[in-house]
């Protein structure tokens, strides 16, 4: 089958270092992934297009990158599950790290985000003489995070990665979940205090791409909903992102509806004087388009509120 | 300006037996840095899925048995003094590693879990799911991260360098991100680098498995041991050559032949399908030639196992026949080869790593070191037991590393001068200003993949190897003239595959001139024209060196015995 490959090149040794796009065009097998493609253009048409790839079987974490789009490996996507709309194949660098040429990326800031989070055993107190005791259950739950290849592909894809470049991202935090939900590890509360801060577990916008684009089944999001919430039951420092949560809890139990200015004054602080202060202009626009949202006493629960507090009743026991 | 970094110990390359030699290292006090062409958790070590060997004699174990069914694997060839380490020291690094972090599979009681693994009557391999091997390498780099070893990253090492008494005084080596060439000066170096799976088409192994500590070594002046014994896997895919762990027969899977036959009851009656590799792929191999398989293959079968036991404890090979072969494992057999998965020999070393004798016995390199698959004690001789290489790399290169940094207490720098980055840079150079040509390295590195796949597989004749031996000097003439077409200094890649073919090549004919030189079956090597052991003349190593601009020269050692007289071989 006649397939086009729609590659973005980046050379940084050309006289006007710019990415662009070029098409090869190469008779693709039924059982061949876009690596097998890769390495074939580069062994027959281009020796300079430039790949980082080791294991062909996806458990090397080396062939990140975007292909129509999304961030994915190379070497477990088959080119036959592409192309059934017979458009071009599209292959990028993965997003939010910078390009070193074609489709290497430079993955030092990945890295460095991973160690901040102290990724390595803490034991409790002194090792025992034999090996730890642990659950099996406790022990397959956590094989399945210790599935992390370190590829960087819900890195590249992470919505508030893009917009907010000092978050420790997924991969660095499904490592820490690792570590907080290993039996062994005595430092689960110093390590959720240490992720209750800018940049740490409260920044995910919970967008799920990470999830999505995960090849080896992490689900990254889910692991940091569960740090989210075994930091509020180990009742570290509140912090915005669990006030946020605890406020919007709180008031859909009460009022069935969401009280948005009720939500930002409890999750930012009445006396958050500089916060508050800086939603004055939106109230002030607001109020002259007579859209103010009622709030507190005036907020009215919605009729058969009663049925919502069941609900709550009932998931908390 | 030429640049010069300066540490105690260097250790060339970063998966389990570098990480491990460079941690045992660093707890001597010796100053240690990794070099390693790739990122230490892209390392080839993540490959291996199944477990690791140990006996643990507080669960009614005897390492004597591990011990004795590692020699037996070894059709002999084992030396015996290594083996005795490895199965004694195995219990105490199992539980390091799980002191470390590994998240072993546990039983009911908490405790560590068992598989059984094949050429052991007991259950003695621990394991994480069926990836052991990523498991035990992320573990080792949160550790090496714990420490602050400075790794360098995304380096491809050039040459040894020695200073004038002969002695091992570090490497030079490229940064492939900017092309700048550089010395790395070190009392003592560690080849960590692992396997030359690639030298073979297809083979299991990543496409890094090149073979450069290897060649490195054995250019420095280190001999090279037991080259001719190559370990075929029996279950791969076809084609690429994925490997599919030996777990699943582990957990009992049966290989099937057109016919639907367990034919392992005809080879193997007692082990079947859990006979040691060499047997198993042999078998297969008969099955295939004989007519009784498929498309040149036999059958893995893992319906039997169930679902929930395929999507708990083989997940990783589950997934890989899902997406490499299209097959649901817990619905359909699949179609398995025997394929190129590990090499036995390597840079002869002793039981502490060197690679050089303190008693004179063999010349060497003082200062050199080596562990894990790009070293031979030899443990494995001519056939590796599954679940023993990982227990290799942890055993040994913790020995290495503990032996190699208090050498380095005992030494001074050696004096090495700043012509040697000069040297990296003009062959380089040399490289870059050859003329183009029709040829390319690519094609060059198939040709020697496939003539080593058909005249060095499972099944050995003397004309076969001879053809090869030509066809590889054939090669080398090729490699000589072939051009780089990418000239460019930043992640040159087209220049990193046309250095790895190089050290190929000579990996290549240390293969073919071993297994020529070995005239009886042992183990993996399997000649058609001798079809016997022979013990009276070959119960022993056989010793490559590299000879400047010369052919190879040849040396042997005997096998150390110490407690096994070698028996006929029956599972």
């Not at chain 2, 183009?436 to 099944?459: N, Y």
Request: aromatic residues 6%.
């Amino acid at each position: 089958m006649l397939t086009t490959f729609r590659i973005r090149r980046f050379n940084p040794e050309s006289e006007s270092p710019q990415p662009y796009f070029e098409d090869y065009q190469l008779v693709t097998e039924r059982s061949d992934t876009v690596l097998d493609a890769l390495i074939r253009i580069r062994e027959t048409v281009d020796e300079s297009l430039t790949v980082r790839c080791s294991c062909r079987g996806a458990i090397c974490g080396s062939c990140g990158m975007r292909i129509n789009g999304h961030a994915t490996l190379a070497c477990k996507t088959k080119v036959a599950s592409l192309i059934s709309s017979g458009d071009a194949i599209q292959v990028e660098p993965m997003n939010n790290m910078p390009v070193i040429k074609d489709l290497v990326t430079d993955m030092t800031g990945f890295w460095e985000k991973v160690r901040q989070v102290q990724p390595w055993l803490q034991p409790a107190g002194p090792e025992p003489e034999g090996e730890y005791l642990a659950s099996p259950d406790a022990m397959n739950h956590l094989t399945g995070v210790m599935g992390c290849i370190m590829c960087g592909a819900c890195v590249s894809d992470c919505a508030a990665l893009e917009v907010n470049a000092d978050f420790v991202g997924p991969a660095a935090l499904a490592k820490a979940y690792r570590f907080v939900a290993d039996p062994r590890d005595g430092s689960s509360s110093s390590r959720l205090t240490a992720l209750n801060t800018p940049g740490g577990m409260w920044d995910c916008t919970r967008c799920m791409e990470c999830i999505e684009v995960c090849p080896k089944e992490v689900g990254a999001m889910d692991r940091i909903m569960t740090l989210r919430a075994k930091g509020i039951e180990q009742g570290v420092p509140s912090t915005c992102g669990s006030r946020h949560t605890e406020a919007f809890a709180d008031i859909i139990e009460r009022k069935g509806r969401l009280d948005e200015p009720m939500l930002a004054v409890r999750t930012f602080g009445l006396t958050n004087f500089r916060q508050m202060f800086s939603f004055l202009p939106m109230v002030i626009r607001a109020v002259v388009r007579g859209k103010l949202p009622k709030s507190g006493p005036l907020f009215r629960a919605i009729p058969g509120v009663d049925r919502i507090r069941r609900l709550f009743r009932r998931a908390k026991e | 300006m030429v640049t010069s970094y300066e540490y105690d110990v260097l250790v060339m390359g970063a998966g389990l037996a570098g990480l491990r030699a460079a941690l045992a290292a660093h707890q001597t006090g010796a100053t240690v840095a990794i070099i390693t062409k790739v990122h230490p958790v892209r390392s080839h070590s993540n490959a291996a899925q199944g477990g690791i060997n140990a006996a643990l004699t507080d669960r009614g174990d005897k390492w004597e048995e591990h011990a004795f069914e590692t020699v037996k694997g070894s059709d002999y060839l084992g030396d015996q003094d290594a083996v005795e380490i490895l199965a004694q020291e195995a219990g105490q690094d199992i539980l390091a590693l799980e002191h470390m972090g590994v998240i072993f599979n546990r039983n009911e009681d908490g405790r560590l879990g068992t598989r059984r693994f094949g050429g052991q009557k007991r259950a003695r391999t621990f394991f994480v799911s069926d990836f052991t091997g990523q498991a035990l390498l992320h573990v080792l780099y949160e550790q090496a991260m714990k420490a602050r070893l400075p790794v360098f990253e995304e380096w491809f090492v050039l040459s040894l360098v020695k200073d004038e008494h002969g002695q091992c005084g570090g490497v030079v080596a490229f940064e492939i991100r900017t092309g700048r060439v550089a010395l790395f000066k070190a009392k003592a170096v560690i080849i960590a680098a692992g396997g030359l799976g690639r030298v073979f088409e297809p083979s299991t192994n990543a496409l890094i498995c090149t073979g450069d500590g290897i060649a490195i070594a054995y250019r420095g002046g280190a001999p090279l041991m037991d080259m001719e014994m190559v370990q075929y896997h029996p279950t791969t895919l076809r084609g690429k050559g994925l490997l599919l762990s030996e777990a699943a027969r582990g957990e009992g899977a049966y290989l099937l032949n057109a016919e639907g036959e367990r034919f392992m009851e005809q080879y193997a009656p007692n082990m079947m399908e859990l006979a040691s590799r060499d047997v198993v792929s042999r078998a297969e191999q008969i099955e295939i030639n004989e007519g009784r398989g498929i498309n040149g293959c036999v059958l893995l079968d893992c319906r039997h196992l169930g679902k929930a036991l395929i999507r708990e404890r083989l997940s990783q090979i589950f997934e890989e026949a899902k997406s490499f072969a299209n097959i649901d494992l817990t619905e359909e057999p699949i179609p398995v080869c025997p394929g190129m998965h590990y090499m036995m020999g390597g840079v002869k070393t002793d039981v502490e790593g060197r690679c050089w004798d303190l008693a004179g016995g063999w010349r060497g390199v003082p200062g050199l070191f080596a562990a894990g698959e790009a070293a031979c004690l030899s443990l494995h001789g001519g056939n590796r037991l599954g679940a023993n290489s990982l227990l290799d790399t942890v055993v040994f290169g913790r020995r290495a590393g503990r032996c190699a940094g208090e050498y380095a207490k005992t030494r001074s720098q050696p004096r090495i001068g700043d012509g040697v980055v000069k040297d990296g840079e003009n062959s380089i150079k040399g490289l870059f200003a050859r003329l183009d040509t029709d040829d390319t390295v690519a094609r060059i590195r198939h040709e020697m993949g496939r003539t080593m796949t058909e005249s060095l597989g499972v099944f050995r004749d003397q004309e076969g190897m001879a053809h090869a031996q030509q066809t590889i000097a054939g090669l080398r003439e090729r490699w000589n003239r072939v051009a780089i077409h990418d000239k460019g200094q930043v992640f040159n890649t087209s220049l990193v595959r046309a250095l790895e073919l190089d050290f190929m090549l000579d990996c290549a004919e240390t293969i073919a001139l071993g297994a020529l030189t070995r005239t009886e079956s042992r183990g993996a090597h399997f000649r058609t024209d001798c079809l016997h052991r022979d013990d009276e003349h070959w119960l022993k190593h056989i010793l490559i060196y590299h000879r400047p601009g010369g052919s190879p020269q040849l040396d042997s050692l005997p096998v150390r015995i110490t407690r096994w007289e070698p028996q006929v071989r029956v599972y």
